[in-house]
């Protein structure tokens, strides 16, 4: 069974970091295209950063912030969020892709508040 399972959530103070995870079962992520999206409410889901082999991609709102790594031997993906701002609360959602095969996992919600 395909899963994706994101960890690391939670209530941060502005400044502050969180490390998300996604860890992926009944596949192997290291073949597939793995990315970190977000949805604030009220808003669109939007990509915030991707990695593709060793090659990563982020949302200019995040670069410099952000940073997506992967473990394959734990068939984990995450991403690293420093200096946290108001504006990056919301539910971020790990995907996978890979030719036609596109998985989404719950999500994980950060909320950046005083």
């Known amino acids: 069974q395909v899963q994706l399972e994101e960890s690391g959530g939670g209530l941060v103070q502005p400044g502050g970091s969180l490390r998300l995870s996604c860890a992926a079962s009944?596949?192997?992520?290291?073949?597939?295209?793995m990315s970190w999206y977000r949805q604030a409410p009220g808003k669109e889901r939007e990509l915030v950063a991707a990695?593709?082999?060793?090659?990563?991609n982020y949302a200019d709102s995040v670069k410099g912030r952000f940073s997506i790594s992967r473990d394959n031997l734990k068939n984990t993906v995450y991403l690293h969020m420093n200096s946290l701002k108001p504006e990056d609360t919301a539910v971020y959602y790990c995907?996978?892709?890979?030719?036609?095969?596109?998985?989404w996992g719950q999500g994980t919600q950060v909320i950046v508040s005083s």
């Open positions: 009944g596949f192997s992520a290291s073949r597939y295209a």
């Open positions: 995907n996978a892709r890979r030719s036609d095969s596109v998985y």
């Open positions: 990695i593709i082999d060793v090659f990563t």
